[in-house]
């Protein structure tokens, strides 16, 4: 079965920091790759995936993230952290059991970074 | 193109009662699927629906159900509510293959009292 643990239940960074939110995958197959956010009462922002080619996946408002096969790992990076991009980070990854078009997502438990000015 | 949209956004209900939830997908999408949301559980799957059939269930009981029409606007229904049902129940939308992204709706915050 697919799964997906992110070991840090919340992070923190001073601003302007380099900031790192940890992934960790267990699938059957290739795995497809997603990271969300969430802020306060709203629903989850698609910030980037990977599907298959490079490794180091650019994504939305200067996140990137690294996939690293051999380490089993999808870590969430960003060069220079900002105090508004404190929220709640989701890992996830597609669950290819049975159909291989279904559309089932698999979260870890989420990380809350909080950026300090 | 206007992102997936769901109503109500709050509801409150008592035990016993149902709820019914909406969902519009973004225009072109044609799979929604829905999650639930809670402090204690995370973010678990409930149903996925493709041209209005169900392609996927998640391991909910059966007073969770759902539905898609033709226009691909998808409602999800829960009866005989308990106080556990309590949480935010998100829609998102994707166009078909498994690699698309999924796209989710505010969400819709439903308290059981």
């Known amino acids: 079965a697919q799964s997906v643990a992110q070991p840090e239940d919340q992070v923190n960074v001073a601003e302007g920091n380099p900031l790192t939110v940890k992934c960790t995958y267990s699938?059957?197959?290739?795995?497809?790759l997603f990271w969300y956010v969430q802020y306060p009462n709203r629903g989850l922002q698609f910030l980037l995936k990977?599907?298959?080619?490079?490794?180091l996946v650019k994504g939305s408002y200067g996140f990137e993230a690294e996939f690293n096969k051999s380490q089993t790992s999808f870590h969430l990076k960003k060069p220079s952290a900002l105090v508004s991009d404190s929220a709640l980070y989701f890992c996830a990854v597609r669950d290819f059991h049975g159909s291989s078009n279904t559309g089932k997502l698999i979260f870890g438990q989420g990380t809350t970074l909080q950026v300090k000015p | 193109k206007a992102g997936v949209t769901q109503t109500p956004r709050y509801l409150i209900k008592t035990r016993g009662q149902q709820v019914t939830l909406s969902c519009s997908p973004i225009?072109?999408?044609?799979?929604v699927s829905w999650y639930q949301q809670t402090p204690g559980q995370g973010l678990q799957f409930l149903f996925e629906y493709f041209s209005e059939t169900q392609r996927n269930k998640g391991n909910f009981p059966g007073r969770f159900s759902g539905r898609q029409f033709s226009n691909s606007r998808s409602e999800m229904n829960v009866s005989t509510l308990e106080l556990g049902d309590s949480a935010l129940y998100l829609c998102?939308?994707?166009?078909?293959?498994?690699?698309?992204?999924?796209?989710f709706g505010p969400g819709t915050r439903l308290t059981v009292l």
């Open positions: 699938v059957s197959g290739n795995p497809y």
């Open positions: 998102a939308s994707s166009t078909s293959s498994g690699t698309d992204t999924q796209y």
């Open positions: 990977y599907i298959t080619g490079d490794n």
């Open positions: 225009s072109g999408h044609r799979s």
